[in-house]
């Protein structure tokens, strides 16, 4: 099986818990991610790919937005989830099941690429780059949205263990009563090698690889609004353990037009 196969047999099996706040957002938290990806969209509506959809997170969410969103996945079990919730909200998307590395898009076919939590998870982080950068236009925006979840730093490694223990039934899928982490391990331990950025997804770790990949007038957000509302809703025995530092880069497609 290959490194893509092993990717998508383990989301399509997660797409039964996983939810990337897409079904869950309540009404504070959903205006919250619309103040905060505002600024990075301009003038609308914009024609908007989002790649790795999982179940809909950023797709519904600029859809509601008054966006034109075209949304793809490796994993079709996440998509039919992501198709459901857009048909709940009354939504317009166009969901398709797609390779992050290798679009099925024209050139120049995007105002907007946006993604959240995928680039850790990239066999080909470079070239995958460039291949968003392809189907922007000229002047094109690219947002994503990522963390260093697997950080190897003793004080973070033990804080993720601590906090697993604490949540402890939650890591259960609530379907098959397997641990959530026990199934993440037994992919991703073989897994992490070959995906360049699976520790290391950390803003001045990655802006290099934007702009080599074409990017330019790169800007890095730590996105507070989310991080303050996430602590204010956390429990409390959790707020010291919390090791979350997901942040937003963007930048500007430096296509030329032909």
């Given amino acids: 099986m290959t490194v893509k196969q092993q990717i998508e047999e383990y989301w399509d099996w997660r797409s039964t818990s996983y939810t990337n706040g897409a079904t869950s957002l309540g009404e504070e938290e959903r205006e919250l991610w619309k103040q905060s990806l505002s600024p990075y969209l301009g003038a609308g509506p ?10 809909g997170f950023l797709a519904l969410l600029l859809a509601d937005m008054g966006h034109e969103v075209t949304a793809i996945d490796i ?26 590395e290798n679009l099925s898009f024209d050139d120049s076919s995007f105002d907007v ?11 080909d982080p470079k070239n995958t780059l460039k291949e968003w950068n392809r189907v922007l236009r000229p002047g094109g925006k690219i947002i994503a949205i990522d963390g260093n979840w697997f ?6 490694k033990l804080k993720r263990g601590i906090r697993k223990v604490l949540q402890g039934i939650t890591y259960r899928d609530p379907t098959t009563g397997v641990l959530r982490q026990g199934k993440f391990n037994q992919y991703y331990s073989s897994l992490h090698p070959s995906l360049p950025l699976y520790s290391n997804v950390k803003p001045e770790s990655i802006r290099p690889l934007f702009e080599k990949a ?15 509302y996430n602590l204010k809703n956390m429990h409390p025995l959790l707020r010291p353990l919390n090791t979350d530092t997901f942040f937003l880069i963007s930048g500007t497609s430096s296509k030329q037009d032909k």
């Fill in 46 to 55: 914009l024609k908007i790919l989002d790649i790795g959809t999982g179940k």
């Fill in 75 to 100: 994993s079709q079990s996440m998509l039919e989830k992501a198709r459901r919730e857009a048909i709940r909200h009354n939504l317009d998307i166009e969901f398709k099941k797609g390779d992050a």
């Fill in 113 to 123: 690429v946006v993604s959240k939590y995928l680039l850790w998870t990239l066999p």
């Fill in 151 to 156: 950080d190897p730093s003793p004080v973070k």
């Fill in 214 to 228: 074409g990017f330019e007038d790169m800007q890095i957000d730590s996105l507070p609004l989310i991080h303050k």
